[in-house]
């Protein structure tokens, strides 16, 4: 080889790792309306996007099943078909079972604010539907005799419940499937990636230049409040009144958490609470579940809670809380 030749090979030699790494692009894939929201997986994967578009492909029907599994509102879904049964016990597949079981934890920790027995509520205020708002108050009191968790049992698969209690999984089942498809992404063997599902993102594996992952907070008013980096494996979850919520006659603002204390929309001091936590389901539930209980104890359930996951708390006069431990920038 000449002199000149053997030079060009070698500094092809030393460029290949630098053009490998460049082949290391993000795929990403928008899937629309996947439990009544924007879903958006973002895959770091060497290139391959040919692979990445059948996982993502996988992703979508893992979504689809979960959804015919827990969703409330759906009227194929195996939770609709269980919220209107006229039976006190009976048989529930395996997932609906796990998740139940995940759901009474979270709310004999959260002290009921977190409560699956929510639907109830979800059911008459029906935000994102067009029922009269105010409900009636006759309505309202009946609905709330449906609400607490403690009237639930599940032994194996079978489910014991008051008849007309109505069994909601808003406020924990994107988590929950977020961490489901990170399970199953690193399972296939891709080394990072960013799922978002509505409020709740996921971060995972890592970046192919070692980078941190960084998560926009939004701040209700528009715009973003920060940014979270991150570099473990973790679930951000965000809930605030101003997701979704409709004016009723009154000329009154009714959102979609509701106090199971009262029945009503929570009355909260909190403009937008996220919770980051090495748990799907946990982020989810406590995200909304500190909703309910306002700000200050919000911060005594986390001091409580041996401050085993991550905070934000935006209060009502732009007050804010950061738990130490989080690297949050704020925009
Ligand atoms: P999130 O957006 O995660 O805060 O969840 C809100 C959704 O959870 C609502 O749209 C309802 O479906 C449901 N939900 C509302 N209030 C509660 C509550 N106190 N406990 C459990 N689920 C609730
Ligand atoms: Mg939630």
Not at 125 to 132: K, L, M, S, V
Not at 147 to 152: D, K, R, T
Not at 236 to 261: C, M
Request: charged share 20%.
């Amino acid at each position: 080889m000449k002199k000149r030749t053997l030079a060009i090979f070698l500094a092809i030699l030393c460029l290949l790792p630098v053009l490998t790494s460049c082949a290391v692009r993000p795929y990403s894939a928008v899937l629309y309306n996947k439990m009544n929201t924007d879903v958006l997986i973002t895959l770091y994967s060497d290139g391959q996007s040919q692979k990445a578009a059948t996982l993502i492909s996988s992703c979508e029907a893992l979504l689809d099943e979960t959804e015919k599994t827990l969703s409330r509102t759906a009227v194929e879904a195996e939770l609709a078909r269980v919220n209107a049964s006229g039976e006190e016990s009976l048989a529930v597949s395996d997932t609906l079972a796990a998740m139940l079981r995940l759901a009474l934890a979270l709310a004999a920790e959260t002290g009921g604010a977190f409560d699956p027995t929510a639907g109830a509520l979800s059911a008459l205020y029906d935000i994102t539907g067009n029922a009269p708002l105010p409900p009636d108050p006759d309505e309202l009191a009946e609905a709330k005799t449906f609400v607490g968790y403690g009237a639930l049992s599940i032994d194996g698969n079978t489910l014991t419940r008051p008849v007309g209690t109505v069994l909601d999984f808003g406020a924990i089942a994107k988590g929950y499937v977020a961490a489901l498809l990170v399970d199953y992404l690193t399972a296939e063997g891709v080394s990072g990636g960013v799922i978002s599902i509505g409020g709740n993102v996921a971060v995972f594996g890592e970046k192919p230049n070692g980078d941190a992952f960084r998560v926009g907070v939004r701040h209700p008013d528009g715009g973003y409040l920060g940014e979270i980096s991150l570099h473990e494996e973790s679930f951000v979850s965000t809930s605030g009144a101003y997701e979704r919520f409709r004016v009723g006659t009154d000329g009154k603002l009714y959102h979609h958490i509701f106090d199971p204390q009262t029945g009503k929309p929570a009355e909260s001091d909190i403009l937008s609470v996220t919770v980051v936590d090495e748990d799907g389901a946990r982020a989810d539930a406590l995200s909304t579940a500190l909703y309910v209980l306002g700000y200050d104890a919000a911060i005594s359930f986390w001091e409580s809670s041996a401050r085993d996951f991550d905070l934000i708390l935006l209060g009502k006069d732009n007050e804010l809380f950061v738990s130490p431990d989080l690297a949050f920038s704020i925009a």
